[in-house]
């Protein structure tokens, strides 16, 4: 029997509502919530097609890292590839400064998160 979880597109800024109908762990259908101003219930092609999208992604569901240059990477721990990634750019960042460094931030990120990915590339 499918559940139904209310959710918000991740696609663009505009933060459309669905509702994402569940069944055994899988999406298997996506409605417009109609009752949310942003989108009344309409959807667009990526949002009306996003079950397939999450039910057979295609993407990593852990963490992987390069140990050694010319060999394929291994799965490491998240907790350690976090915090290598944040050493990584953190040594980047002090060598060469704040234009080094360029993030994509998708406008379904909340301002806090937003402002906590800039701070290290801002001047202020």
């Known amino acids: ?5 209310s959710s918000v597109c991740p696609y663009c800024g505009v933060g459309c509502g669905m509702n994402l109908h569940v ?3 899988k999406v ?3 409605i417009g919530i109609k009752s949310l101003p942003t ?6 092609t990526k949002d009306s097609s996003s079950s397939q999208t999450l039910r057979e992604s ?3 569901e852990t963490a ?7 060999r394929d990477p291994v799965q490491v721990k998240m907790d350690g590839a976090i915090t290598k990634t944040v050493q990584r750019l953190k040594t980047i960042l002090d060598t060469h400064g704040p234009d080094a460094i360029s993030l994509y931030v998708s406008g379904q990120m909340s301002p806090v998160p937003t402002r906590i990915s800039i ?3 801002s001047f202020s």
């Not at 989108?39 to 667009?44: D, V």
């Open 1 to 5: 029997m499918a559940t139904e979880v």
């Open 23 to 25: 069944d055994q762990g």
């Open 28 to 30: 298997i259908k996506v």
């Open 39 to 44: 989108n009344f219930g309409s959807l667009c």
């Open 58 to 60: 295609g993407r990593m």
């Open 64 to 70: 992987f890292a390069r140990i050694d240059r010319q």
């Open 119 to 121: 701070k290290p590339m």
